[in-house]
């Protein structure tokens, strides 16, 4: 499984699902516009994911192709991807403010990978016991518009991922006014000095593994 961040909370993710040969399947997850600073991603796929309907999480027009798109909760199967998309708040006080968040797990070459989009708040218990089991967790820690790092490292606790990938924070370029990953660093106390743009991750090699942060930056 290749993963690409493209800044924000933007990922492509390029993946190889069991039953599809050595056929690539392409997607996005919460592509943007360049309202935001940063270089809107660009390139063909066959499925993209869109966690609210903002203008920094909904630019599916810049995607090529004819993806599939998901954009509401419920349960999906895409080209031998299986998708669930869990009800949440963009907010703390039940959506009053940002409305609502879909936070999508997803299932790929025996790894779970969940995106929290922008969650602004803590999980219950009956989101928590559909994400359990995560391996690859994407969260946001910049606050304001999100959970800070702080509470990002709370729910982190609880879920209990193999792999962490910080996101929806401060990067050169970007105007969006949100933390940097310092104060979430901080807390979590296991950051790592170099900054990726891509990861290649394989199951066998985070089987060991135990809520270890990546960092990712841009190109």
Do not use: W
Not at 20 to 29: E, K, M, N, T
Not at 114 to 125: R, S, V
């Amino acid at each position: 499984m290749n993963i690409q961040y493209y800044g924000h909370s933007c990922f492509k993710i390029t993946t190889k699902p069991e039953g599809r040969g050595q056929q690539d399947v392409a997607l996005f997850i919460d592509p943007f516009d360049k309202s935001i600073g940063l270089r809107p991603p660009q390139g063909s796929a066959d499925l993209v994911l869109s966690t609210h309907d903002h203008h920094d999480h909904n630019n599916i027009e810049a995607i090529k192709g004819e993806p599939y798109i998901v954009n509401i909760p419920g349960e999906y199967s895409v080209k031998g991807i299986n998708i669930v998309g869990i009800t949440s708040f963009h907010d703390n006080k039940q959506g009053a403010e940002q409305g609502l968040n879909t936070i999508f797990v997803f299932e790929s070459e025996d790894m779970r990978v969940c995106h929290m989009g922008d969650l602004g708040c803590d999980l219950t218990e009956k989101q928590l016991e559909d994400i359990n089991g995560v391996d690859i967790l994407m969260i946001p820690i910049g606050g304001k518009y999100t959970i800070d790092g702080k509470k990002a490292v709370d729910i982190i606790k609880k879920i209990e991922p193999k792999i962490i990938i910080p996101m929806h924070y401060k990067i050169n370029g970007s105007n969006i006014d949100v933390d940097d990953e310092k104060k979430f660093c901080n807390e979590m106390g296991n950051c790592p000095r170099t900054k990726f743009s891509k990861l290649n991750i394989k199951k066998k090699d985070i089987d060991e593994k135990s809520m270890e942060v990546v960092l990712m930056g841009i190109e």
